[in-house]
């Protein structure tokens, strides 16, 4: 069996899947703070998943800027106590298998290029708007190389600095107005300020990185939040420097793309792999017809 995992800063999603095609149910479980607690957690439950079966391999999205031979988490602003530990080489040790990581924007990223909104699309570009901002370009169904923290930009110069994600990841928006963001009414004037506010992120990633297609997903984007159609709408407002603005479309694969990231992520990982058919009741791939 192979485990794909999508491990944030505050859940953890689990699956097993036969065929790389398809996955079981995830379990759904509290990420925590401390990271041998944590490292034992995904240890018992990937066991519990494999039941009898061997382990063929693990794919894992971690929500950190990950060290260059991807092993080991550098940066976790919502898990600092995961940072500097040997990740990959832990779970190897404590499962017997093979471990792949990859940031876990990047895997979601991956997986709705691969299976969900940007399926058969050359470049695709991913960006998350949720606790945080950060995006990624997957070109020809690959990650590109080289890290990515769009998120950092800044749109407001002068004596105080403000980047994208200072001014719509949701804990700027709480801090703010000292709500959740889900608490904001859905008609609040504040949601078409920050469709306005994305688009310049938006608006900027398009000119560095000339994508095809602009997928935006996380939890700012959710029924009430940011509206995809606003932002695409602002976007084609500014846009000066080339003359069509490429498509801007909502994520197709819900809290889930880490997932389907994580199959990708295997089937690039393990082109030979000997799978076995998926079984009734697996989560199916999305299509996009």
């Given at each position: 069996?192979?485990?794909?995992?999508?491990?944030?800063?505050?859940?953890?999603?689990?699956?097993?899947?036969?065929?790389?095609?398809?996955?079981?149910?995830?379990?759904?479980?509290?990420?925590?703070?401390?990271?041998?607690?944590?490292?034992?957690?995904?240890?018992?439950?990937?066991?519990?998943?494999?039941?009898?079966?061997?382990?063929?391999?693990?794919?894992?999205?971690?929500?950190?800027?990950?060290?260059?031979?991807?092993?080991?988490?550098?940066?976790?602003?919502?898990?600092?106590?995961?940072?500097?530990?040997?990740?990959?080489?832990?779970?190897?040790?404590?499962?017997?298998?093979?471990?792949?990581?990859?940031?876990?924007?990047?895997?979601?990223?991956?997986?709705?290029?691969?299976?969900?909104?940007?399926?058969?699309?050359?470049?695709?570009?991913?960006?998350?708007?949720?606790?945080?901002?950060?995006?990624?370009?997957?070109?020809?169904?690959?990650?590109?190389?080289?890290?990515?923290?769009?998120?950092?930009q800044y749109l407001q110069v002068g004596d105080s600095p403000r980047s994208l994600e200072d001014?719509?990841?949701?804990?700027?928006?709480?801090?703010?107005?000292?709500?959740?963001?889900?608490?904001?009414?859905?008609?609040?004037?504040?949601?078409?300020?920050?469709?306005?506010?994305?688009?310049?992120?938006?608006?900027?990633?398009?000119?560095?990185?000339?994508?095809?297609?602009?997928?935006?997903?996380?939890?700012?984007?959710?029924?009430?939040?940011?509206?995809?159609?606003?932002?695409?709408?602002?976007?084609?407002?500014?846009?000066?420097?080339?003359?069509?603005?490429?498509?801007?479309?909502?994520?197709?694969?819900?809290?889930?793309?880490?997932?389907?990231?994580?199959?990708?992520?295997?089937?690039?990982?393990?082109?030979?792999?000997?799978?076995?058919?998926?079984?009734?009741?697996?989560?199916?791939?999305?299509?996009?017809?």
């Amino acid at each position: 069996m192979f485990i794909v995992a999508d491990i944030g800063g505050t859940k953890m999603r689990i699956a097993g899947s036969r065929d790389l095609l398809t996955f079981k149910e995830p379990v759904i479980l509290d990420t925590p703070h401390n990271y041998g607690v944590g490292v034992e957690l995904v240890r018992d439950t990937i066991m519990h998943i494999a039941g009898k079966e061997a382990i063929e391999a693990l794919a894992a999205g971690v929500p950190g800027a990950l060290s260059d031979d991807k092993r080991t988490l550098q940066g976790a602003r919502h898990l600092p106590l995961w940072k500097e530990h040997d990740l990959a080489g832990d779970l190897e040790k404590a499962l017997s298998t093979h471990v792949h990581l990859e940031n876990d924007t990047a895997q979601v990223g991956l997986g709705e290029a691969v299976f969900g909104a940007g399926k058969g699309v050359a470049v695709v570009v991913y960006i998350t708007v949720s606790t945080g901002v950060n995006g990624v370009r997957i070109i020809d169904g690959v990650i590109d190389r080289g890290r990515s923290e769009i998120g950092g930009q800044y749109l407001q110069v002068g004596d105080s600095p403000r980047s994208l994600e200072d001014m719509i990841s949701g804990s700027a928006i709480s801090e703010k107005y000292g709500v959740h963001p889900r608490e904001i009414e859905k008609d609040s004037p504040v949601w078409e300020e920050l469709a306005r506010i994305t688009a310049f992120g938006v608006h900027n990633t398009i000119l560095h990185w000339s994508p095809d297609v602009v997928i935006l997903g996380g939890s700012m984007f959710n029924e009430i939040g940011i509206s995809v159609e606003r932002v695409r709408a602002h976007v084609e407002e500014i846009m000066r420097k080339f003359p069509t603005v490429p498509e801007i479309v909502h994520g197709a694969l819900t809290d889930r793309g880490g997932l389907w990231g994580g199959l990708a992520r295997l089937r690039q990982a393990l082109p030979h792999a000997k799978v076995s058919a998926g079984q009734v009741g697996d989560v199916k791939p999305v299509s996009n017809s």
